[in-house]
């Protein structure tokens, strides 16, 4: 008999994600080939379909096969009632997944909005590494075969930069701190979604203003966009970034910045 149910099943991403998500639900397989399953692993959902032929039996095999070590190395993440911390953000940005949560007075995702706050600090660890997250090369060589062999979809890295964003602004004020850490990452877009959380979230202003202040003179032009639009949030706590924005008014290179900037001057110059 075919396996019925499947897990759903999380850890850290890494170029084997895929690999070791295979390992996660070993099915018995007839001879048409896999029956129909969902897996979800990190930042993947996975929807094989039944495949005719042997070959993607043979595929699947060597996959598990090299998953296996990945799989014995794989360390457990935050849960509340049962479900891993990735499927709860995910459910954020997914309305098809987040819908099983539903209840009459409560959309699923409310409900999943609801798990990530009574999880609190303990998601931190892996939301950070969620908005740190890049799809390397060999990822996209693999997410490309299976897309080409299965029917398969895969949510990109700027996907998940953007639930694990909304996710770090339903922790509010503890997650300031380390975002402010966060905006000396070396990844462009890491730096981008930082910003934007922090404005986002406007607490913390002793800690959120001087980061963001610090930002303003980032080589990439939409990481000082999105410092200047965050200050706005802060109002007057930003005073201190006034006279870095009152020089990028007259002289930052990119006119939509210079226009923030003196946005910001208009309602908080003194």
């Not at 890494?14 to 129909?36: C, K, P, Q, W």
Request: a positive charge; aromatic letters at 10%.
């Amino acid at each position: 008999m075919p396996a019925k149910h499947l897990m759903s099943l999380y850890g850290p991403y890494s170029d084997f994600t895929i690999l070791r998500a295979v390992t996660i639900r070993l099915m018995e397989v007839g001879s048409s080939g896999f029956e129909r399953c969902h897996l979800i692993e990190g930042p993947i959902r996975y929807r094989f379909m039944k495949a005719p032929s042997y070959t993607a039996f043979g595929v699947a095999m060597l996959a598990i096969l090299l998953g296996v070590t990945v799989y014995l190395t794989w360390h457990s993440e935050p849960r509340f009632q049962g479900v891993w911390l990735s499927e709860w953000v995910e459910g954020l940005g997914n309305t098809d997944l987040a819908s099983k949560w539903g209840t009459d007075k409560q959309s699923g995702q409310d409900r999943a909005a609801e798990a990530i706050r009574h999880m609190g600090t303990n998601t931190l660890p892996v939301l950070l590494k969620m908005l740190r997250y890049k799809d390397s090369r060999l990822k996209l060589i693999l997410y490309g075969f299976f897309e080409e062999h299965f029917s398969v979809q895969f949510n990109r890295a700027d996907y998940y930069h953007m639930v694990a964003g909304e996710a770090l602004e339903l922790l509010g004020a503890e997650a300031v701190l380390p975002l402010t850490y966060t905006l000396t990452n070396q990844n462009s877009n890491v730096r981008i979604g930082a910003a934007t959380v922090l404005g986002r979230i406007h607490r913390r202003a002793d800690l959120a203003v001087p980061a963001l202040v610090g930002s303003l003179g980032d080589t990439n032009p939409e990481v000082r966009l999105m410092a200047t639009r965050s200050l706005f949030w802060f109002g007057k706590k930003a005073k201190q970034a006034i006279p870095v924005l009152s020089d990028m008014a007259h002289a930052d290179p990119e006119p939509q910045i210079r226009a923030e900037a003196a946005n910001f001057l208009v309602y908080f110059s003194p």
